[in-house]
């Protein structure tokens, strides 16, 4: 029962940790877009 919590623990963590990083990952495209747009 113990290691069936546990696993369940970490499952959520890696799913949230991914949610996290694809958040960062938009945030710095449109950082970057908003770069490209004031070179112009």
């Known amino acids: ?3 069936k919590v546990m696993a369940l623990i970490a499952i ?5 940790g991914c949610n996290t990083v694809n958040g960062m990952g938009k945030d710095m495209e449109q950082a970057g877009e908003a770069v ?3 070179t112009k």
């Open 1 to 3: 029962m113990m290691s």
């Open 12 to 16: 959520v963590m890696v799913l949230a």
């Open 36 to 38: 490209q747009r004031s």
